[in-house]
């Protein structure tokens, strides 16, 4: 940053300099004036020197100050004292002037685009840990319009920072200098004009800004649209809604066009404001030269400089400033919205205290468990009490909406308790860092996700520093390891987005294999073979019984091979355990079990 300021000001000061040679240039050409007009006082240097040593520190700074100013008047007058010196003069300036400009584009643009990459990588670190909840209840295109779209339109602003905040005022500050030295009196009346260009400006700035967020806005809800088609594209072809998503997608770009024609409309008029004064300006400046020109108040010379030095610096620089406000008041739209982000804290984060859990001994305990979303009055679980012990197989069945895959998503703190805490150890969980926790859970889900990368990288998500062995040992226990070994490139095999080229039952033993190479203590099973055909089952089941061995284990399950053998069967019914016991015992009663049994199994049975 430094060395862009630097750069700027040598740049402008190099590019000032050179304006202020139109006026020898002007003088010489229609004049034929060799004189500088700068008669400078005589000096007696040694009555001066003789006297120096009396001289109060006033009169020495005053000295000092005269003797430098009088080495670059005559270095000055030597520069300009004809057109071969003049043109030698900018030649020596040229490759300042060469440097200077390069240096300035470089360090500008690093900066820049060093801060949008630092934005972007700071919003993607703040959100990622936050809790499940923050993501349920916000738009994922949202989330991605923000990251790319407002970061966009804030880079654009980064660009204006530079272009116009920092180096058009050292042009401004440059210009009026120039126009100062060449005539005080020209530059003061052109000066009482300039509040004219601003007033507008920042009158339509806030309406800039006021658009600019509402058409940010719009253009999150088409990005969240068009996610969401292309996602869902198989369904949208399945059910030939493809006329339908056209037309929502047609309507949203509309009221996104319309909102950013209002955009459009405010910078409109903002900057016809300054094209409409820049050209008064000229014309004014115009008028008042062929005034003092035939007046003889200045020479050309002196006149065409500060033409120059007022038309090409002050009256550009300011009307740059005007557009740049506008294009800044936009930026600060897209800025807001990714600084919002920054405002929300993550819910679920590490006590002060929190411990690091090293390994399991005893197991897990749910205590007079309550929870709702938002911490709402409908609470999903009510009162549970619970205990897993270590190594323990525990089902949890009961009617969909009855709190199942809740329950378990409080032990890897996917959410919190209301009420109540669960503890592993008999340590509340949230006084465990969360870090360690999750890397003693693996979880395997009904709805598997696959990144759109190799079939091996999909594996390793599991434990990033596993050896070739490891995962190939995992996709053997996980049943997958010779469907991969007979693909034409093998675990170097790309499966699609989401695992698209991959069938359900496949998709499930990749994720199988991932959490055993992970080799947690705990597993987390959510319906994992609910969706499956009969073969498929078959195979992740013996997948998941490898899986599984010697793993302190929860399974949410509708079908009766994955529960049938488990240590312990809880049955759930409106947020509550109602029932407890083996398949043999729950079956013997008359109860909440046998019901849900009898609805879901039957046919399996048969």
């Known amino acids: 940053m430094a060395l862009t300021i630097i750069s700027m000001v040598i740049y402008t000061s190099t590019s000032g300099i050179q304006i202020s040679l139109i006026k020898p240039i002007v003088d010489k050409l229609l004049l034929g004036n060799t004189n500088t007009g700068l008669s400078l006082p005589k000096i007696d240097i040694d009555q001066e020197g003789q006297s120096h040593k009396n001289a109060s520190p006033v009169k020495q700074f005053k000295k000092q100050a005269f003797s430098k100013f009088t080495f670059i008047e005559k270095t000055r007058r030597r520069a300009t004292s004809s057109f071969t010196s003049i043109g030698i003069t900018m030649v020596i300036f040229a490759p300042i002037l060469f440097l200077s400009f390069y240096f300035q584009q470089y360090y500008r643009n690093y900066v820049m685009w060093a801060i949008v990459v630092d934005i972007r990588n700071k919003v993607c670190d703040h959100i990622l840990p936050q809790p499940l909840s923050f993501f349920e209840n916000r738009k994922s295109g949202d989330l991605l319009s923000r990251l790319t779209n407002d970061i966009a339109v804030t880079q654009s602003g980064l660009t204006v920072l530079f272009d116009d905040v920092l180096l058009q005022p050292l042009k401004l500050i440059c210009g009026l200098a120039l126009a100062f030295y060449f005539s005080w009196k020209l530059s003061l009346l052109v000066l009482i004009a300039f509040p004219v260009i601003f007033i507008p400006v920042l009158i339509m700035g806030k309406k800039i800004k006021k658009h ?39 309507e949203i770009s509309d009221r996104f066009f319309t909102k950013r024609m209002k955009l459009v409309k405010a910078k409109a008029v903002n900057t016809s404001t300054s094209e409409f004064v820049y050209t008064l300006g000229l014309a004014l400046l115009i008028i ?106 525990v089902a949890i069945v009961g009617k969909s909406g009855a709190g199942k895959s809740t329950l378990i998503n409080l032990i890897p703190r996917f959410y919190d308790p209301v009420k109540g805490s669960v503890e592993i150890d008999g340590i509340d969980i949230r006084k465990i860092k969360h870090e360690s926790l999750l890397a003693h859970i693996a979880i395997v889900s009904q709805q598997t996700f696959l990144f759109n990368r190799s079939l091996r990288e999909n594996i390793l998500y599991g434990r990033k520093d596993a050896s070739p062995e490891e995962i190939y040992a995992a996709a053997k ?106 398949h043999e015992s729950l079956m013997s009663e008359e109860g909440e079990y046998k019901r849900v049994y009898q609805l879901h199994f039957d046919t399996l049975q048969a």
């Open 477 to 582: 226990s996980a049943n997958i390891h010779e469907f991969i070994i007979n693909l034409p490139k093998g675990y170097d095999t790309v499966v699609g987005e989401l695992g698209v080229k991959l069938s359900g039952g496949q998709r499930q033993r990749i994720a199988i294999a991932r959490a055993i190479l992970k080799n947690a203590s705990i597993l987390l099973l959510d319906e994992a073979t609910s969706s499956l055909d009969y073969e498929s089952e078959k195979l992740v089941q013996d997948a998941l019984n490898n899986l599984i061995a010697g793993k302190t284990t929860i399974i949410v399950a509708h079908r009766l091979s994955t529960i049938l053998h488990c240590d312990r069967i809880i049955v759930m019914k409106n947020g509550a355990i109602v029932e407890t016991g083996s």
């Open 288 to 393: 008042l030269g062929g005034y003092v020109i035939m007046s003889r108040k200045v020479t050309p010379g002196e006149l065409g400089g500060f033409i120059t030095a007022m038309g090409f610096m002050v009256i550009t620089t300011v009307k740059k400033l005007a557009k740049g406000y506008a294009s800044l008041q936009e930026s600060l739209a897209g800025v807001n919205r990714v600084f919002e982000l920054f405002t929300i804290e993550p819910t679920i984060k590490d006590h002060p205290e929190a411990v690091t859990l090293q390994n399991i001994h005893e197991g897990i305990s749910f205590n007079n468990v309550s929870f709702s979303y938002d911490n709402s009055n409908e609470f999903i679980l009510r009162d549970i009490n619970l205990t897993i012990n270590k190594g323990e197989v």
């Open 212 to 250: 600019g967020k509402g058409s940010l806005r719009h253009l999150s809800d088409l990005t969240d649209a068009l996610r969401e088609m292309f996602v869902g594209i198989r369904i949208v072809k399945a059910f030939k809604m493809e006329a339908e998503e056209s037309r929502e997608i047609h």
